[in-house]
């Protein structure tokens, strides 16, 4: 078993879409050990993204993940960040398949609904740096 770090974005919550992320995890058998509805400030922002500080798009993303409430929470399961990722779908809803969480709700790579962990090392900082 290991843990990833998932957090359904500004739009998701917005879009009432928490219930529908939630329950297509736990219909893959992760366990749900922590989840808190959360505003992000500023400095968390950047610094979770910090390995695209230099992408031209990175004031955008700050700007649209500090938006508004996110949905944080730590999953369980085997492989836990490669089989979220795969629920999870390509970066570009536009790429993503359908059946996958961005392939079935989401349309743009800016408002792509839900982050996911990439590899063990950033799921144990992303979790330390949202829950402690
Ligand atoms: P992922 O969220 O699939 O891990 P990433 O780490 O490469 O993707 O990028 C982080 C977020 O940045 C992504 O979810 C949406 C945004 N993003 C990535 N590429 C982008 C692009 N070309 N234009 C606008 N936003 C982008
Ligand atoms: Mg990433």
Do not use: W
């Amino acid at each position: 078993m290991s843990r990833t770090f998932v957090m359904v974005k500004p739009d998701g919550v917005e879009r009432g879409l928490i219930g529908e992320i939630v329950a297509r995890f736990e219909c893959k058998g992760f366990k749900i050990k922590e989840a808190k509805l959360m505003q992000i400030e500023r400095s968390l922002a950047e610094t979770h993204y910090g390995e695209h500080k230099e992408r031209p798009f990175f004031g955008d993303l700050v700007d649209f993940i500090t938006s508004g409430p996110v949905f944080a929470m730590v999953l369980e399961g085997k492989d836990a960040v490669k089989n979220a990722r795969s629920l999870i779908g390509k970066t570009n809803p536009a790429d993503a398949e359908p059946g996958t969480i961005r392939g079935d709700l989401a349309m743009d790579v800016s408002s792509n609904i839900i982050h996911g962990s990439d590899s063990d090392e950033s799921a144990e900082r992303e979790i330390k740096l949202f829950f402690q």
